[in-house]
């Protein structure tokens, strides 16, 4: 039997084979695609088929790419020729929510946003909030590390999971971590899964670190500056000040054009960036008005709200910036992080990069942690050779300065040729040995994240 | 020629083969000494120190034991025959304090206390504050994973470490993990070191992130109960109303029995289980005020201060929890952590467990997280037959209420029979494989952690 016919002799119609369904497995948000199809996508519903799935995987050597809802941007859920494309998509429940111990245990396919709505009930939230998360699962979060606007303030995925249950290659289900707020047995797995796209396990299950609903005013602060390195340096003294955000993001000059042209704002004046911050909690207005006042003693032109929805209209134009940027063409968003203080020269090293390759790189940045997000714009489906020359030089930029390839995004495909130059030839291969162990055959999304060097 | 001999060919007057050294280096704060004596203590000052090392280690296969100041609780860093004790205790530098980065590099064997002295200049702390801090490295603090109590509103280790220097047994530096806030790249080989006990590499750098100092008023509060189970459905009904407390300790009648004996306090009344909840920030005042009438209503008689001083006095008393202990015999001290709304189950567990023995367990919690610390006190050196076999009914009462066997202060040699018990025999063996991929030869802390079950 192939492949195929083993696994519907097992799992019936779970397994798909419509022809627009493998090629959707293709791509995920990245614009990226697999040059081939893979064989099925399998439907998960339950713990047990995801075992079942992995032991067919595991008898006949067959590659098997992990997918939650798709919208990666680093290329590590796409399936291709002669690979299993296993869905956890259907597996939404929510087994437990537990204000008392500020924990909730649920399934990886549960859309972040949805998760959140059914918390939001107890009072509750799950902290990280990835800009894709209307869209985004809870386990793609976690298999990439995500990330989001809020972290300065609330943290990342890592900081917001206690425990994973986790199959492995060969079928076997592990139970890793604890529900206890503290606890160290042994080696921390759940940490080192978290962010591990797909190479060492398909994660059937989790236990969220919760946090109660931030009371209060929310209160929105939008400043605008003559040109981003002001913006940058103006967010840094924010930063400074001692005061934390809850959100702070820049955006530039062309991310502001580009914005207004969708959403037929008034263009801004040439040249000038942006800063929206929010904060929030028992102190939301006086930090406000503080940070009102360190912006403009910056050269910021500041807006202030204190009305929690006239703060989402502000800061819609920041979310618009995905959709601004594909009406421009297909976008490569990057992804890089520097320390806060490097934030400045790394505006300074795309200016130069902008400049000497002749295209325009508009970036917006979560500025209280210093990760940004330059965007390339092109035609057609593959990123040409001249944007990934530049996006090479915006990577060893941000090396240079004690930053990061990829603050929250992940490796995937699109990055695993730079992944020894971060971590070195020694750590690159101890870290390939580790998945090793996870998987001896090598099954779990092969050619992603730890791609041999040519 | 002889480890010793070469290893003092090399390094000269850092070998140290003192027999008080030696003795020293048997045991750890738990009071479990190795039966053997180590073949020599290094004291390392350079990471090239530590390199040389692991480098005559591997080529002669002599087990290795990292040390910083030796006041573990689980006997980790504790040498024995034929062993080479490692020590960063002297390598105490601090390389960069970043205010606008909010990090700092650091060598391993400073004093926790030490460096948050020369950050608080600085406006500056790292937040981990075990009850050693006083006298523990941040080597020791980031090997065990350490807690505190300061962690449910300001989190553990894992949370305040963005990357670390690791010697590999066979003497090659890694650099693991990022300076910047966000960072995604490849698999979580920082977390996976902290808490890892010695087992993975020798830890000779670690970049530190940092807090700024909480402003405002600190406020105390304390409150007496008539028993121990009412303390701690208070303080269950603290965390319930949404208030994060920075410190909520709990003591119980043989606690508070012992400390006052040793303090020369009055005794307070028979059974009776004390609160110790500080707050601090922008809120502090108003949330004690609401934490008394709390704990009012749980039949608390309270005390509130809104004097930084006087808080700490009232916080000596639990601060004196283990002298107090050390003076009624050995101490074992352990540390089983549970979600917080298991806390009073976990209670009359041990109360179950004290009557079952006949014997007493005084007990003191980080209430907020949920980790509770009973104290096995006995004549001699070594812990007789009975405290083990309760200790046993201890760790599994906590496992079957979702807890684990240790909350921060690791398994090394006096947990490591019951952690395939918590980790389950599969979970157990990937681990043990991973720890080989760090070191194939097996000469990192041979006998502890993943200790073979007879």
Chains 1, 2 share one sequence.
Not at 71 to 93: F, H, K, P, Q
Not at 290 to 309: P, Y
Request: one cysteine or more.
């Amino acid at each position: 039997m192939s492949v195929v016919e083993q696994l519907t002799a097992e799992l019936g119609i779970l397994v798909d084979t419509d022809p627009v369904v493998l090629d959707q497995a293709r791509a995920d948000h990245s614009g990226h695609a697999s040059p081939g199809t893979p064989l099925a996508v399998v439907h998960a519903e339950t713990v047990a088929h995801v075992q079942a799935v992995l032991r067919i995987a595991t008898a006949t050597r067959t590659p098997v790419v992990v997918r939650g809802a798709g919208t990666g941007l680093a290329g590590a859920a796409n399936g291709g020729d002669g690979e299993i494309v296993l869905s956890t998509r259907r597996m939404t429940a929510i087994h437990e929510i537990r204000a008392d111990d500020l924990l909730a245990v649920v399934e990886p396919g549960i859309l972040n946003a949805d998760l959140n709505d059914a918390l939001a009930e107890h009072g509750l939230w799950w902290a990280p909030d990835p800009a894709s998360r209307a869209i985004s699962t809870v386990g793609g979060n976690i298999a990439t590390g995500a990330g989001g606007l809020l972290c300065a303030k609330y943290g990342v995925v890592r900081d917001a999971v206690l425990g994973l249950d986790l199959v492995l290659a060969d079928g076997r289900l592990l139970h890793l971590g604890h529900r206890s707020v503290k606890g160290v047995t042994g080696l921390d797995l759940t940490s080192l899964v978290i962010g591990s796209e797909g190479t060492l396990g398909v994660v059937v299950g989790a236990t969220l670190k919760l946090r109660r609903l931030v009371e209060g005013i929310t209160c929105t602060v939008t400043a605008t500056f003559p040109d981003v390195r002001s913006a940058a340096a103006a967010s840094a003294a924010v930063t400074a000040s001692g005061i934390q955000p809850a959100i702070m993001e820049l955006m530039d000059a062309g991310s502001l054009a580009a914005v207004a042209a969708l959403l037929d704002l008034p263009l801004p004046a040439a040249g000038s960036a942006q800063l929206t911050i929010q904060t929030d909690g028992p102190a939301s207005v006086v930090e406000a008005t503080t940070i009102a006042a360190i912006l403009e003693s910056h050269d910021g032109v500041t807006l202030v709200s204190h009305d929690r929805e006239e703060g989402e209209k502000l800061l819609a134009i920041r979310r618009a910036m995905h959709p601004a940027m594909s009406a421009l063409g297909t976008t490569l968003i990057e992804d890089v992080s520097v320390p806060r203080s490097a934030m400045p020269a790394m505006f300074d090293e795309i200016a130069r990069i902008e400049q000497k390759y002749g295209m325009a790189i508009p970036t917006v940045a979560h500025a209280g942690d210093g990760n940004l997000h330059p965007n390339f714009i092109f035609e057609g489906a593959e990123p040409p050779a001249e944007v990934w020359a530049a996006a090479d030089e915006l990577f060893r930029a941000a090396i240079a300065l004690g930053g990061t390839l990829t603050g929250e995004h992940g490796i995937g495909t699109l990055k695993s040729r730079w992944l020894a130059d971060e971590l070195g030839d020694d750590q690159w291969e101890l870290q390939r040995r580790i998945t090793q162990v996870f998987d001896p055959l090598g099954i779990l999304n092969p050619g992603k994240v730890f791609t041999p060097r040519a």
